[in-house]
């Protein structure tokens, strides 16, 4: 069981927003940073956000990250079929003194 | 143009050791934390273990506290993942990736990944 909490997966039509959560608790996304990163099949994971809502050159604008208290959230805007992948947040967990991922969530384009 | 290759995955028997390798270029390897983060078979992503730029502080998951020991050889640009005592359970795809910026948690480049199997 992660310390993050991702719903496990998450679909929309092209051209559609849509967003994952992930939820945390004081000791990780309520003191530190979030990151999201994203997994195409059969490749290695690719960041996506650092720093809670900035985007690596690279990353279109249609990905933006916010966080709020101990939650956190990324939004995909104007879906493709080139954003199937699996997503993840992580974030630094002050008391396990390491690094969590939250589950995973796979989001599918209709 | 930043490269992260690991070596050294394999098949190894239960209770086994494994050295695994990452060799870095395309960027100052000294200024970098570094981590290993791996992904059993159809499973999330699984942090393992993080060394700051100087080698000087390491960090573990408590999966693989007092088994695995991570180091860095800043002068040929690699880090190393010393696995011991290995059972089923770290059968994976082992990344080796580059932290970013201040935080470990965010790993701006990572290799292709090397498997490793722990079975009889």
């Known amino acids: 069981q992660s310390v993050l909490t991702q719903p496990p997966s998450a679909s929309g039509t092209p051209g559609q927003r849509v967003t994952i959560s992930c939820s945390g608790s004081?000791?990780?996304?309520?003191?530190?940073?979030v990151y999201w990163y994203q997994q195409l099949p059969g490749t290695a994971p690719k960041l996506l956000i650092y720093?809670?809502?900035q985007r690596p050159s690279g990353v279109p604008d249609r990905f933006s990250g916010s966080k709020s208290g101990t939650s956190a959230s990324l939004a995909i805007s104007g879906l493709q079929s080139e954003d199937e992948a699996d997503y993840y947040c992580?974030?630094?967990?002050?008391?396990?003194?390491?690094?969590?991922f939250g589950g995973g969530t796979k989001l599918t384009v209709l | 143009e930043v490269q992260l290759v690991e070596s050294g995955g394999g098949l190894v028997q239960p209770g086994g050791s494994l050295r695994l390798s990452c060799a870095a270029s395309?960027?100052?390897?000294?200024?970098?934390?570094m981590s290993w983060v791996r992904q059993a078979p159809g499973k999330g992503l699984e942090w393992v273990s993080a060394?700051?730029?100087?080698?000087?502080?390491?960090y573990y998951a408590d999966s693989v506290q007092g088994r695995f020991t991570i180091s860095r050889d800043n002068s040929k640009n690699t880090l190393y993942l010393q696995m011991n005592s290995l059972s089923a359970e770290d059968t994976a795809v082992y990344y080796c990736?580059?932290?970013?910026?201040?935080?470990?948690?965010?790993?701006?480049?990572w290799g292709q990944g090397t498997l490793v199997t722990v079975s009889s």
């Open positions: 990736a580059k932290s970013g910026g201040r935080s470990v948690a965010g790993m701006d480049f």
């Open positions: 395309g960027f100052t390897f000294t200024v970098y934390a």
């Open positions: 060394v700051s730029p100087d080698g000087g502080s390491t």
């Open positions: 004081s000791s990780n996304i309520g003191s530190n940073a």
């Open positions: 720093n809670n809502n």
């Open positions: 992580a974030a630094w967990h002050d008391s396990l003194n390491g690094v969590i």
